[in-house]
């Protein structure tokens, strides 16, 4: 059962949770958060919200609607599928609720800046786990070593990410090539498109390999999208869930400048990051880092923006639509074979 927190000054953010496919996961993460008293949870399928709200002892909500008229919700948590996921976002920031969501954002780039600057004009906070509102640790470190060691332009990186699902089709997003393109960079790869976004800046084209090879949903498992950045710089990023070699999503990025490398991998010790730059044929920066907690979410970031109101900034929406706008582009270059244009959103063409 979650752990409840008292009320009182200072008190946790209250959060209700919708959608309840992945957002079963999510509620231990939040509840347990001290940050976090969770309240109740929603879900189309009414068996399953009243099966979850009574083990884990919250409120069942009929709809999003009788929770955003709770004046008790403080926050929403909205952990349904990407695809039409901005219109749901729209209701809650209309509401004036925070809200707390996943990635990816949503794989419509125009839906996802429509909603986004919404949320700007309304003073609504909007946060999620992938990208993140600023930089982590290890991409502030490649930041300063490429100013520092005066690295130049980057030209290419490789990305990977993978784990071993022995997955079943059950009928949700997962299974609809459509609502899930490339299935495994959607669902994985994200955080390291998003990553490279931040490195590199928006793509321009993407292409894209796909194959199944041991799970049992009809959307790949096995994938690779290949991307083009202004400037000629190219990455590729391989996701898989079949890969079995006891690392819990193993994870490496390795970034070519034109006058060094750096790569990052996972530490030996839990929940640390090492880093490597070599230049001039030899390693001339070494560090760990830590790993951000809680799958990836700021919860203190996003309860103190909570608390003080800020809303998403214009770098920060423009760094969420760049990545859901590859997506939407790597649906299009999965199902076509060839490469494919990355458009920018209405707004800023």
Same mark, same amino acid.
């Given at each position: ?11 946790p953010?209250?959060m209700a949770?919708?959608?309840? %496919? ?6 231990r ?18 068996d399953?919200?009243?099966?979850v =709200?009574? @083990? ?26 990407? /695809?039409?996921? =901005? =219109? ?26 429509? #909603?986004?600057?919404?949320a700007?004009?309304?003073?609504v906070?909007? +946060? ?5 509102p ?7 470190? $490649?930041? +300063?070593?490429?100013?520092? %060691?005066?690295?130049? &332009? !980057? $030209?290419?990186?490789?990305?990977? #990410? ?21 299935? !495994?960079?959607?669902? *994985?790869? /994200? ?6 976004i &931040? ?14 090879? &041991? ?26 869930f079949?890969? @079995?070699?006891? *690392? ?8 070519h ?6 790569t ?10 090492? *880093? ?15 790993? $951000? ?18 809303v ?5 929406? +423009?760094?969420? #639509?760049?990545? #859901?706008a ?24």
């Open positions: 059962m979650i752990t409840r927190h008292p009320a009182g000054p200072g008190r953010v209250r949770v919708v959608g309840l %496919h992945f957002g079963r996961t999510m509620l993460t939040l509840g347990d958060s001290p940050m976090i008293d969770m309240v109740g949870v929603c879900d189309l399928d009414q399953l919200t009243a099966s =709200a009574a @083990d884990e002892g919250v409120r069942h909500y009929a709809d999003l609607d009788e929770i955003l008229a709770d004046p008790e919700v403080d926050a929403v948590g909205l952990f349904t599928s990407p /695809v039409g996921r =901005a =219109a749901l976002l729209s209701r809650i920031v209309r509401s004036g609720k925070p809200v707390v969501t996943t990635k990816p954002f949503d794989i419509d780039p125009d839906q996802a800046r429509a #909603v986004l600057d919404e700007g004009r309304r003073g906070v909007i +946060r999620l786990n992938s990208p993140s600023s930089p982590s640790a290890d991409l502030s470190l $490649i930041g +300063r070593w490429r100013t520092g %060691h005066h690295l130049g &332009r !980057p $030209i290419g990186a490789h990305a990977a #990410v993978w784990a071993s699902y022995q997955e079943r089709p059950d009928g949700s997003w997962y299974d609809d090539q459509w609502r899930c393109p490339a299935a !495994p960079i959607t669902r *994985l790869g /994200v955080y390291l498109v998003n990553d490279l &931040r490195l590199m800046g928006p793509a321009e084209r993407v292409q894209v390999l796909s194959s199944r090879v &041991r799970t049992g949903r009809p959307t790949a498992d096995n994938a690779q999208l290949a991307l083009t950045f202004p400037g000629g710089a190219l990455a590729t990023v391989f996701a898989s079949c890969v @079995d070699d006891g *690392l819990a999503y193993g994870n490496e990025l390795t970034v400048f034109e006058r060094g490398t750096i990052r991998a996972r530490a030996d010790r839990p929940g640390m990051i090492d *880093l490597l730059l070599i230049k001039d044929g030899r390693p001339v920066e070494s560090c760990s880092v830590p790993e $951000i907690p809680d799958e990836g979410y700021d919860l203190a970031e996003f309860v103190s923006a909570v608390q003080s109101g800020a998403i900034t214009a770098d920060e929406a +423009r760094q969420i #639509v760049a990545g #859901v590859v997506l939407e582009a790597a649906g299009r270059a999965e199902r076509s074979g060839a490469v494919e244009a990355v458009r920018a959103s209405e707004s800023e063409q």
